[in-house]
């Protein structure tokens, strides 16, 4: 598997949207999820019963089916790797199940405030909720959201997987804190940026993968396998999202490109490029705040090995990610993890 397909982005300077026809051997390992997934967004609907109506069209608005669905398909097909590894039942449970709609719901709570915080105006080629209705209302919307996730969740009425998935939340809290902060350090300023990584992107897919090991399987080996697997694809996840933050079309990616940039945030390729370009740091301090600020450190990081040195990253994770789930009795499902661990690597969007 060459390192020249590993990104196809990295070698083009300029935006590069061409779609990565990946080989024919990798067949889509969404696809034994697809069935167990088919109603979820009209099962995320369910939990959402509201009163009002505005209320109600807020919450709906990006369950439309048309996000990737990437962190449910992975809990399902966690639930499924681990049930055939334990006892070979490939049913998913209907308690796993929730815990990948509590997933979903989770995850889009934390976006509708995120943009609150960021002042976004898209999200998934969508106005975001925050323009439409106000940010007053989408700080309500979003604590809607997570509070009919907390009622999904104590109705699975385990009390380990309560206290697994409330992790989550604090992390996400934590993690947008760590983001809102900075360093000045040098060396810490990685450190920093991989723990608020974990923390806004990698732990929710960790725990959510260790909640449904946990529901599936009572080997505590097992459950650590799920949670590393979960952990590194996340993180690998995410520093592929801050890569084509620089290499992809807005329209690609449905959301502005050179976002992180505006927002004064110095991600993977921005740090690496820092070691290459020290005059970058007085930018990184005052958060791109300067005009020119944030097309000065774009071209910085196009011109260093930024981008390449980022995926390098990634793609460690996703090999230490393939180490933990080949630890699994081998399955369809066991598969379809191994396959994403490269799917992660070469998405475009």
Known sequence: YTVARLHHTTTSRTCSCSKTITDE????????????????YEDIKKELLVSTAE?????????????????????????RACNIHHNNSGEVQESQRSVAIIAEMIHTASLVHDDVIDDANSRRGKTTVNQIWGERKAVLAGDFILSAASVALARIGNTTIISVLSQVIEDLVRGEFLQLGSKENEN??????LEKTFKKTASLIANSCKAVSILGCPDPKVHEIA???GKNVGIAFQLIDDVLDFTSCADQLGKPTAADLKLGLATGPVLFACQQFPEMNAMIMRRFSLPGD?????????????VQQTTYLAQRYC?????EISKLRPSPERDALIQLTEVVLTRDK
Do not use: T, W
């Open 319 to 323: 090999h230490e990610a393939l180490k």
């Open 227 to 229: 949670y590393q697997y």
């Open 25 to 40: 051997k990798y067949k889509d390992p969404f696809k034994l999820g697809r069935k167990d997934l088919k109603n979820l």
């Open 55 to 79: 209320l109600k069209e807020m919450c709906e608005y990006y369950f439309d089916g048309k996000g990737k669905a990437f962190r449910p398909m992975i809990v399902v097909l966690m639930a």
């Open 188 to 193: 810490e300023r990685f450190a920093h940026y």
């Open 294 to 306: 944030v097309e000065r450190a774009r071209q910085y990081v196009l011109q260093s090995d930024g």
